[in-house]
């Protein structure tokens, strides 16, 4: 798509001439779109001025007398673009829509969440009227596992006059994506810029000594297939690789362990404020240290304070105290201790900070504003500082490259250490940007150059139907239609690309397996009639293996089902092999996981899968009535008292075979068939077998694409009728071929949160009703709260009517999952009471310092900012609760348990 150049008179010209700076081509390209009336997907590096073109289409939008909305995906986005357009346009003609606040709604430019338009949407608000453009900044979330489908949502759903802006980093399959926003929403120009605006030197720090990762002497032109290892980076690390082996070995001839991979395990990096000191001699500061956890990254700064380390002056300080005190004067006094105010103050002074989402806001936002300023010269932060906040530095510094996904340590993808290196080199300040990874055993410069010059990208769509957008899409548009808007969903898209990848291969193999047929003498052969008996046998013995297996994992589970509280038992195989007690049965028929502890002292849950034979009681132990099992003092002790019962393990004993083949009627048929046949004799017999298993394994192959092709086409569809299925027997939606949703279904179209339909059943069932303002905003905060370390699970506690609520609230989620496995739909998460506790005692009028002892006699250490985070969220679904609950008494615990909770820090960071 092509757009004609316009000269003169244009709005561009009006807009570009209120600029300080000249727009790139790209910008312009984009914006000469926008203007000509097309929607436009721009996608380029961090930093290079993408939002240039959302602010065009602000611009356009009210020289038109309309309205725009500028959508972001997470709240501090949306707080940095309000201050932002207020400053251009005036507080009159800007408002802001968030989870927490609420500014000039009805202004003709919102800057808003995503979420807050998605719901506009499904309500169909009076607020869309008028609405001309809308901007949705960092697009490329729709990726995002758990948020994504509100892009998509949006995409889907607006109306066709309306122009849509999307803003994303860099994708590989931006043309694609294209491809796709052209499909739904009709003309759409795609802007790829590669270019960073300021050029990005990469290093490798090696001890102290910092190199180039590229020589660009080697290099004949700006083309990233010209780059270039710097030899002399090499030869260094190999250098140094020598020593740490050779110290290893001295190491080792002295007793101590040596390291894996023939290093020592003495390794120690350069010390952070080294390294800082080291980037300030070399005039590269500001910048941004990014370490994989929360726990590194206050440790970082922990050890940066011990230093002498200090990077600011004295009239700096006395601004960055005037600062502090506008962010943080409304802070409980008493609260500060605990927040640990002083030593975060104190890091402020001396120009250094950490940054992560375990943080109060008001600190988070501080330390933004600070950094912005320069008056903050080094950030220790996490990987979600990557994802928008605009806090440019000089240099970006990596001391890992391998992170926690949230299933295992993985290393970095090129796509993820672009996004983290482009917060280097700041437009308008730098020249360039600088990224430094610190060398450390393992590390290989040709392994970094790899990440540093590919640009792999892709986006993936994450969307998928769940209860709530079902029900709102049967609402809105019944169900042909939404069946046919989900078939028009990127991730059907993308799917269905997919399809033509399988049908090549289908065709592939059905050639060969005509090739291949001719050579065994043609299907009507007589060779072909006994490889079909061989491949039967083949077939039959796998079926009898796999039945054999179920027959086996049935009866595990069963036997774990049958298992009560303070039953002795035997696992046979893993790591955890030994004697064990029940501590907390699962009565679930379909997927029981009693949570059990074993002599060894581990706690945790374990599953059919780990017991391939049935596990049986050996005895029983008496267990304390309430205890807390994450406490290593009572794990100890519940240890001890397992050992001393006196119960000794059997050992693992030999497993009786189950539908064995040789007791098989048509196993020893078919045996009998294929020693009888003509072919059984023939001399070439074996070498024909092998073309027949060929044969037969393509054939096998060729099935499985088949059956792909048919699971993927319409596959969302499919997901939602098997949703519709389950709500039309829970009542939520009538039953038959038109559905619309009941009493029931509206309210559970007005409940947003990932265990929607558990927050529905509940209400619906009566299982809140009788609690007070704490007990509810406690049982509220098991159906959000989820546990950051895996397997983490409270026992339920509080006043009799919570622990009821609660077990009540547990067993509801027990019946919903077995009616989603039955309907083959993704279970709903476990409710988790970690954060019960914690919010019980702050809705009491608790100090927040009793609040946070509480969550920590449960087991959890609950950071500041995690514990205002949850109340956030808690506040969400209460307000939610409020405004759908059957039950007036329940709205009116909602709204006061809501009132509880705003308070104090969770109050502060609210405004």
């Not at 003498?521 to 006994?530: M, P, Q, R």
């Not at 059997?650 to 048509?666: C, T």
């Amino acid at each position: 798509m092509t757009t004609g150049d316009r000269t003169g008179g244009t709005e561009l010209d009006v807009f570009s001439a209120q600029l300080g700076f000249v727009l790139d081509p790209f910008q312009i390209n984009a914006c000469r779109a926008l203007e000509g009336g097309h929607g436009v997907l721009v996608c380029a590096p961090t930093g290079a001025g993408k939002t240039v073109v959302g602010e065009f289409a602000v611009h356009l939008a009210l020289a038109a007398g309309r309205k725009c909305f500028y959508t972001t995906p997470i709240k501090a986005l949306s707080n940095q673009k309000y201050a932002e357009l207020v400053r251009r346009y005036g507080k009159d003609t800007v408002g802001l829509l968030t989870g927490d606040s609420s500014i000039n709604s009805d202004a003709p430019v919102v800057v808003m969440t995503t979420e807050v338009l998605r719901n506009m949407l499904y309500a169909d608000s009076a607020a869309l009227r008028g609405l001309s453009h809308v901007v949705m900044d960092e697009v490329h979330f729709l990726a995002d596992r758990f948020r994504g489908a509100v892009w998509e949502e949006v995409i889907l759903h607006l109306s066709e006059d309306v122009r849509l802006v999307s803003l994303s980093a860099t994708v590989s399959n931006a043309e694609e994506f294209g491809a796709w926003m052209e499909t739904v929403r009709g003309d759409t120009t795609v802007v790829v810029d590669e270019n960073r605006p300021i050029p990005l030197w990469q290093h490798i720090m090696v001890g102290k000594r910092l190199f180039d990762l590229f020589d660009t002497r080697a290099r004949s032109g700006d083309v990233r297939k010209d780059l270039v290892v710097d030899q002399d980076l090499v030869r260094h690390v190999k250098q140094r690789q020598a020593l740490e082996r050779a110290d290893s070995w001295e190491s080792r001839g002295r007793g101590r362990r040596g390291g894996g991979r023939g290093y020592s395990s003495d390794f120690r990096p350069l010390p952070r404020p080294e390294v800082i000191s080291r980037l300030d001699d070399e005039g590269l500061l500001p910048a941004i240290t990014f370490i994989f956890s929360r726990a590194g990254c206050d440790a970082a700064l922990a050890q940066c304070l011990r230093s002498r380390l200090d990077l600011t002056t004295p009239e700096q300080v006395a601004e960055i105290r005037t600062i502090v005190d506008a962010h943080t004067g409304e802070l409980p006094k008493a609260d500060l201790e605990v927040l640990g105010y002083w030593e975060w103050r104190k890091a402020l002074e001396r120009g250094l900070a950490a940054h992560h989402a375990g943080m109060l806001p008001a600190f988070r936002q501080t330390v933004e504003e600070l950094f912005v300023k320069g008056l903050v010269r080094a950030v220790f932060a996490t990987e979600t500082l990557a994802l928008g906040i605009n806090m440019p530095a000089r240099t970006v510094v990596l001391e890992r490259l391998v992170k926690y996904n949230g299933e295992a340590h993985a290393e970095l993808t090129p796509g993820e250490y672009t996004q983290l290196t482009g917060r280097a080199g700041r437009r308008g300040i730098d020249v360039e940007g600088h990224a430094v990874v610190l060398w450390q055993p393992g590390v290989e410069p040709v392994d970094v150059a790899g990440l540093a010059s590919t640009r792999t990208f892709p986006l993936r769509s994450s969307f998928r139907p769940g209860y709530n957008m079902t029900i709102n899409l049967v609402d809105r548009m019944g169900a042909a239609e939404s069946r046919a808007l989900l078939e028009r969903s990127f991730a059907q898209f993308q799917a269905d690309r997919s399809v033509v990848g399988l049908t090549r291969g289908i065709e592939r193999n059905e050639a060969a397996l005509t090739t291949l047929s001719e050579r065994l003498g043609g299907e009507d052969g007589e060779y072909f009639e006994y490889a079909r008996l061989r491949e039967e046998l083949s077939s039959r013995e796998r079926s009898l293996e796999r039945a054999g297996r179920t027959e086996r994992r049935d009866a595990a589970v069963a036997s774990l089902v049958a298992l009560r509280r303070g039953d002795v038992i035997a696992i046979p195989v893993g790591r955890h092999s030994g004697l064990a007690v029940v501590l907390e049965p699962d009565r679930d028929p379909t997927d029981p996981k009693p949570l059990i502890l074993t002599e060894a002292k581990w706690a945790g849950r374990v599953s059919a899968g780990d017991f391939p034979e049935p596990a049986r009681s050996l005895g029983s132990m008496r267990l304390p009535r309430r205890f807390d099992h994450h406490t290593a003092r009572v794990r100890r002790d519940l240890a001890s008292a397992l050992r001393s019962t006196g119960i000794v393990s059997p050992g693992r004993r030999k497993r009786k075979k189950s539908g064995a083949a040789g007791d098989d009627a048509e196993i020893a048929r078919l045996r009998r068939a294929i020693r009888q046949h003509p072919c059984h004799s023939w001399p070439d017999r074996e070498q024909l077998s092998r073309i027949g298993e060929r044969y037969n394994r393509l054939a096998r192959e060729t099935e499985t694409m088949r059956q792909k092709v048919a699971a993927t086409t319409n596959s969302l569809a499919r997901t939602f009728d098997r949703i519709l299925s389950l709500l039309a027997e829970r009542d939520y939606v009538s039953a038959g071929e038109h559905p619309d949703a009941t009493e029931h279904g509206t309210r559970l179209s007005r409940i947003y949160c990932e265990s929607d339909l558990l927050v529905a059943e509940c209400l619906r069932q009566g299982v809140w009703k009788g609690l007070g303002p704490a007990e509810l905003a406690a049982v509220a905060s098991a159906v959000i709260f989820e546990s950051r370390r895996e397997g983490d699970t409270v026992e339920s506690g509080g006043p009799g009517a919570l622990r009821h609520a609660l077990d009540e609230t547990v067993r509801v989620w027990r019946e919903l999952r077995a009616d989603e496995i039955r309907h083959k739909l993704p279970p709903t998460r476990e409710p988790d009471f970690g954060f019960a506790a914690a919010i019980y005692h702050w809705a009491s009028d608790n100090s927040l310092v009793e609040a946070l002892i509480a969550a920590g006699d449960q087991g959890r250490a609950l950071s500041a900012g995690d514990f205002v985070r949850w109340c956030r969220q808690v506040i969400d679904l209460l307000e939610q609760v409020r405004s759908t609950s059957p039950d007036p008494e329940v709205g009116k615990a909602a709204s006061r348990a809501v009132a509880a909770i705003r308070r104090g820090v969770v109050a502060v960071d609210a405004a």
